[in-house]
């Protein structure tokens, strides 16, 4: 069992469909990373928290440190947002060491 | 411009062969990583590096080596490259840790390895 699952690992959408990607992880983590790799592979940095809430545009993460769950939900989905989005732990403060989850496959139809 | 850059983007080599990848950071941070991804098994950390001449390795270091003697720079070197070295690398930087104010984690664009 990975120690950081993402689920669904694959879903589509109707544009304008709100959306939500979840990642529970079964090790303790400082902070957690959202990232975004579009088809041709380059990855983007969207959030990273280590609690509550951040909110970027229509992206918002959530995340519960004690309950090891976080959420990425993006409101008014669009075309432009089908990707691969990959959530990802810092495994304690004094580290940069990471630990990824598997990805979730997103496709947004017009 | 910030950004990471990686070279080469597109790499096709033989077992055995040495190479080394480079990554550039321009916006001088701390923290600096290579990881490799694989169809399936995602994102794996290689070597990470939170200073100059400070590295610690990831998840998945074995048949790698790097160094850090700029803090611009953190080259992957592969001594001798097998065909399970096969796989897209990306190398990242982020200006530190802060249990305040965690940071963001900058990618370069990937290497593309092929090891024949």
């Known amino acids: 069992k990975n120690e950081v699952e993402q689920s669904p690992q694959n879903l589509t959408a109707q544009e304008g469909e709100f959306i939500t990607i979840n990642c529970s992880y079964s090790v303790g983590i400082s902070a957690l990373h959202w990232l975004q790799q579009h088809p041709g592979g380059g990855i983007v940095s969207l959030f990273m928290?280590?609690?509550g809430k951040k909110k970027h545009g229509r992206l918002i993460a959530t995340i519960n440190i004690q309950e090891k769950h976080s959420s990425l939900h993006i409101t008014a989905s669009h075309p432009r947002d089908s990707a691969v989005y990959i959530c990802?732990?810092?495994?304690?403060?004094?580290?940069?060491?990471?630990?990824f989850g598997t990805g979730t496959r997103l496709q947004v139809f017009p | 411009e910030a950004q990471v850059t990686q070279n080469p983007r597109y790499l096709i080599t033989v077992t055995g062969k040495k190479l080394t990848v480079t990554c550039s950071q321009n916006m001088n941070h701390e923290y600096m990583s290579w990881y490799r991804q694989d169809p399936g098994l995602g994102l794996r950390q290689i070597y990470y590096s939170m200073n100059v001449e400070v590295t610690d390795k990831g998840d998945v270091p074995e048949g790698y080596k790097v160094s850090r003697k700029e803090k611009r720079n953190f080259p992957l070197i592969l001594e001798s490259p097998s065909p399970n070295q096969t796989s897209l690398y990306f190398c990242a930087s982020s200006g530190g840790l802060d249990r305040t104010s965690p940071d963001t984690q900058y990618f370069g664009p990937g290497t593309r390895l092929t090891v024949l």
């Open positions: 928290l280590s609690s």
């Open positions: 990802a732990g810092r495994r304690s403060y004094n580290t940069d060491k990471l630990i």
